[in-house]
Structure formats: structure tokens, C-alpha cells
């Protein structure tokens, strides 16, 4: 198994520029998620997904788009970068825990390493 | 919302025990967890406590208690590998399965 594959692993933008950072798994995880993880700041949610065609809005969420229309494709859209979005990004799945004792522990890409100029 | 509170460094050596302590602010969680990350790779998933109370891995111990609004992480017989950051990370019930982090810890083991 590849587990959670991400692409690329860095990329440089300049403002205003639109990308596409890939996230793609395996492991037929019902759940996916975006992180950015900025020096001190710990790894902050963008948005989630609970399943194909469903998806939510985390702590971070503007200025990045989601859509999942397959279980093991979870892409995140930058319409218009800015420096501000300079960051590390992770994608992380697991499954879907169905009670509160039950742990999912969630499987993390290696990153992409976003510049905006 | 939710906030969770770490120290930002610990230092310790060789063979020692460290204890890094998570305090929390949320309006209900199902469970604490703890992640690894080495220099800037993917977090791992260490350690999750549902319930109140002490769970051991190995020489990885995390505690959780609901009433005091606060957990631990406890590293014993320290090793250079696990110089590392730490993150503790609660499942709100409200946003499903999305785990929220704190800011990290991160700790230096010397010789």
C-alpha cells in the first residue's frame, strides 16, 4: 500500500496564481482532511471530508477549495494565491470512528511545501 | 471552539523521563490523542485515551483526565530518536472525526 500520497512535494506560485495540491489514498478511508502547518502555529484544519460528495469547512478555511467526488481523491484548490498561504500542507485520512471509545488515527502524507511569492 | 495548550520546548537527556502536558479548552471531545513528527515528515499517530485514566505503548504513556481539563504524554528511558515535536489533538463532537491540534512541543534529547 502507497498510503497518502501528496504532489507535489514543493512548488513555488507567484500571487495570484491557481494550483492544485493532490492528495490521494489507499486505504479506502472514508475520512480526508487538509492541514497547513505554519512555524508555532501547529497544524491548523482547512477542510474535511466525512465521504465522497461531502465535505466541511474546518478552522481555516479561506481561500481554499475542496471537492471529493471519488473515496480515494481529495484535492485542495488555491483559486488565487497569496504570500499569506505560503505554508507546509498535509493530507491526512482514517476511517470514519463509529463510537466515542473507538480510535481512527489518522495516516499523514510527507507534505507539500507551498512558496507564494 | 477549542484550544489546546502545550508547552513550546522541553529539553531532557539520555535516559531520562519527560512528561509533556496538554490543557485543554473544548466544549466536548470524544478523545485526546498524541502525534509524532520528526523534522517537518508526517505526524504518526502515537497514543489516544477515550476515557480517563493511563494508556501504555512501550515506554510512551498518555493520561487523560476530563475533569481537570488536562492530559500528559510521558517519554521514558529517552532516546536521541525521539527528538521530535509532539502535538496533542482532540475530536470535537461537533465537526465529526476532523481532529483539532495544539501548537506542538518540541523535544531535544542530549547526551
Known amino acids: 500500500n502507497a498510503g497518502v500520497t501528496q504532489t507535489p512535494k514543493f512548488q513555488v506560485l507567484k500571487t495570484g496564481q491557481s494550483m492544485t495540491l493532490q492528495c490521494a489514498q489507499d486505504?479506502?478511508?472514508?475520512?480526508m482532511s487538509w492541514y497547513r502547518q505554519d512555524p508555532g502555529m501547529g497544524l491548523r484544519l482547512i477542510h474535511y471530508?466525512?465521504?465522497?460528495?461531502?465535505?466541511d469547512q474546518g478552522e481555516v478555511p479561506n481561500g481554499y477549495n475542496v471537492s471529493r467526488s471519488t473515496t480515494e481523491d481529495f484535492p485542495l484548490r488555491l483559486l488565487s494565491a497569496a504570500p499569506s498561504q505560503t505554508s507546509v500542507y498535509f493530507c491526512?485520512?482514517?476511517?470514519?470512528?463509529?463510537?466515542?471509545?473507538?480510535?481512527?488515527?489518522?495516516?499523514f502524507g510527507n507534505g507539500t511545501r507551498l512558496t507564494v511569492t | 471552539g477549542q484550544s489546546l495548550e502545550q508547552p513550546s520546548e522541553v529539553t531532557a537527556v539520555e535516559g531520562a523521563i519527560v512528561q509533556i502536558n496538554c490543557t485543554y479548552q473544548?466544549?466536548?471531545?470524544?478523545?485526546l490523542s498524541w502525534y509524532q513528527q520528526h523534522d517537518g515528515g508526517a505526524p504518526t499517530f502515537l497514543s489516544y485515551?477515550?476515557?480517563?485514566g493511563l494508556e501504555e505503548t512501550g515506554r510512551f504513556s498518555s493520561f487523560l483526565s476530563r475533569s481537570d481539563s488536562y492530559g500528559y504524554l510521558l517519554l521514558q528511558e529517552l532516546q536521541m530518536k525521539d527528538s521530535a515535536s509532539y502535538f496533542c489533538a482532540v475530536r470535537p463532537r461537533q465537526a465529526g472525526t476532523a481532529l483539532i491540534f495544539g501548537k506542538g512541543t518540541t523535544l531535544s534529547v542530549s547526551s
Open positions: 473544548t466544549s466536548g471531545f470524544y478523545g
Open positions: 491526512a485520512s482514517s476511517y470514519r470512528a463509529r463510537a466515542s471509545s473507538y480510535n481512527s488515527p489518522l495516516h
Open positions: 486505504m479506502n478511508h472514508e475520512y
Open positions: 471530508s466525512v465521504g465522497a460528495g461531502i465535505t
Open positions: 485515551n477515550a476515557l480517563d
